[in-house]
């Protein structure tokens, strides 16, 4: 029997004394969507935490474009996603595009941190998602040059990833065993040891 999206939902959350702000914990990528609209406050309310990011210079050089299901613009994100995607990602309500400017607007030059600046917003953007109970799911999977076609992407602005944002749905909504599986797996994360050095490889003691 294939368990309900609560039960999932208690899987995946983390529950740690770290003294982390639960949020992060909370925060999971679920594929399964419910068939619920996002409000447009709750909309405004992700952005608006993504626009206060850090960035080089100050340039904040991300831009996102969303597509509300039933629009022209969520179906043209939709048609750049590759096949697996595809498969699940259209029962998003919205489907957002995140990319960036990749030179600097006060000398044109070259930005080479635009893109981790993009990331940073966009990490905010899925932790606002979290607390607000949204669920997000980031995808690298999609055409870059048919997005960019698409929806006019100017060139110079380069690609991060497209986000899936709604309600977490049921796991059996997703109709395909192995997307099922993955749904309810319990998360998995790399130790601190192997992440965090005093020098390389050498693991920094805390």
Same mark, same amino acid.
């Given at each position: 029997?294939?368990? #309900? ?29 419910? &068939? ?50 595809? #498969? ?28 981790? &600046? ?35 992407? !100017? ?15 049921? !796991? ?35």
């Amino acid at each position: 029997m294939t368990l #309900s999206a609560s039960e999932v939902n208690k899987i995946k959350q983390v529950h740690s004394d770290d003294g982390v702000l639960p949020i992060f914990h909370e925060r999971w990528s679920s594929r399964a969507f419910a &068939d619920r609209e996002v409000s447009d406050a709750d909309l405004k309310r992700v952005f608006e935490a993504a626009r206060w990011a850090a960035s080089s210079g100050n340039e904040q050089p991300w831009r996102f474009v969303v597509g509300r299901r039933g629009t022209e613009t969520h179906e043209k994100i939709f048609a750049s996603l590759v096949g697996f995607n595809q #498969s699940w990602a259209g029962k998003a309500p919205v489907l957002i595009l995140g990319v960036a400017k990749g030179r600097f607007n006060r000398n044109d030059a070259h930005n080479e941190y635009a893109l981790y &600046d993009l990331g940073a917003a966009t990490s905010y953007l899925t932790l606002q998602a979290a607390a607000l109970g949204l669920t997000t799911h980031q995808m690298a999977g999609f055409e870059h040059e048919k997005a960019r076609k698409l929806l006019g992407i !100017p060139e110079g602005y380069v690609f991060g990833a497209v986000i899936a944002l709604g309600y977490q749905g049921e !796991p059996e909504s997703l109709g395909n065993e192995k997307l099922i599986e993955r749904e309810v797996a319990p998360r998995e994360r790399k130790g601190l040891e192997e992440l965090v050095f005093a020098e390389w490889g050498k693991v920094l003691a805390l």
